[in-house]
C-alpha cells in the first residue's frame, strides 16, 4: 500500500490527453511537499518527467504538465504519442514517515 | 554527462549480504546527496535511504534500519548500498540516484542504470 495513490492504469487513443491523479495526505503533499513525476519505459530506469509541481527538465516536450492542489497532484500528457506507452510515478516526502515516498505507478497505454 | 553507473546482476542466497556500487561521472561527487530505490519484480519504487558523500552521513527508511548500510568513497566517487540478511523479498532491481540537496523537496535525477539482485537457495 503505497503513501501516494495513483489510478493502477490507465489507457488513451492517440492525440487525446490524459491525466494521472497522485493523492496524499496532511503529512505529504497536503504540507507544502513538492510533488515530481517520473516516466519508467520498460525495462529502464525511471527518468525525471516533471519537477517542484509544474516544472519540466530540458528535453522533456511540453506536452506533459503538472499541478498541485491540496492535498492532491495531477500529471497530464496532451496529444498522446505511441512512445508515451510507459509507467508513471509521483513523489513527494512525509515528514510522519521521515522519509521520500512514490506513488504505486500508473501504466499508461496508447490504444 | 552527467551519470550514474552501477555493478552488476548478481544472484545471493537466502541470509547473506549484497552490496551494490554507484560510481558517479560528469559532476562534483560530494556536491550532491545519493539516494537508494528498489523496485521489487512487477512493483513499483520503494526509497530505502540516502547518503551525503560530502560527510558520510545517512538517513535510512525505518522499514531498513538495522538491515541497511550507505557509504561512500569520495577518492572513487562512488556509493555503496549494503544489504544483510537477505530474503526472497530482496529480489529486485536497485538503482541509486542524484538528488541536488539534502532538504526535503529533492527530486531525483538521474538514476543509475539499475542492478538486478536475485536471492535464491
Known amino acids: 500500500q503505497s503513501v501516494l495513490t495513483q489510478p493502477p492504469s490507465l489507457s488513451g487513443a492517440p492525440g487525446q490527453r490524459v491525466a494521472i491523479s497522485c493523492t496524499g495526505s496532511?503529512?505529504?503533499?497536503?504540507?507544502?511537499?513538492?510533488v515530481h513525476w517520473y516516466q519508467q519505459l520498460p525495462g529502464t530506469a525511471p527518468k525525471l518527467l516533471i519537477f517542484?509541481?509544474?516544472n519540466r527538465p530540458s528535453g522533456v516536450p511540453d506536452r506533459f504538465s503538472g499541478s498541485k492542489s491540496g492535498t492532491s497532484a495531477s500529471l497530464a500528457i496532451a496529444g498522446l504519442q505511441a512512445e508515451d506507452e510507459a509507467d508513471y510515478y509521483c513523489?513527494?516526502?512525509?515528514?510522519?514517515?521521515?522519509?521520500?515516498?512514490f506513488g504505486g505507478g500508473t501504466k499508461l497505454t496508447v490504444l | 554527462q552527467v551519470q550514474l553507473v552501477q555493478s552488476g546482476a548478481g544472484v545471493k542466497k537466502p541470509g547473506a549480504s549484497v552490496k551494490v556500487s554507484c560510481r558517479a561521472s560528469?559532476?562534483?561527487?560530494?556536491?550532491?546527496?545519493l539516494h537508494w530505490v528498489r523496485q521489487a519484480p512487477g512493483q513499483g519504487l520503494e526509497w530505502m535511504g540516502r547518503?551525503?558523500?560530502?560527510?558520510?552521513?545517512?538517513h535510512y527508511a525505518q522499514k531498513f534500519q538495522g538491515r541497511v548500510t550507505m557509504t561512500r568513497d569520495t577518492s572513487v566517487g562512488t556509493g555503496y548500498m549494503e544489504l544483510t540478511s537477505v530474503t526472497s523479498d530482496d529480489t529486485a532491481v536497485y538503482y541509486c540516484?542524484?538528488?541536488?540537496?539534502?532538504?526535503?523537496?529533492?527530486?531525483?535525477?538521474?538514476w543509475g542504470q539499475g542492478t538486478l539482485v536475485t536471492v535464491s537457495p
Open positions: 513523489q513527494s516526502y512525509d515528514d510522519s514517515l521521515s522519509a521520500w515516498v
Open positions: 540516484a542524484r538528488a541536488d540537496s539534502g532538504s526535503y523537496v529533492v527530486w531525483f535525477a538521474p
Open positions: 547518503i551525503n558523500p560530502n560527510t558520510g552521513g545517512t
Open positions: 496532511s503529512s505529504n503533499i497536503g504540507s507544502g511537499y513538492d
Open positions: 560528469g559532476f562534483t561527487f560530494t556536491d550532491y546527496y
Open positions: 517542484g509541481n509544474n
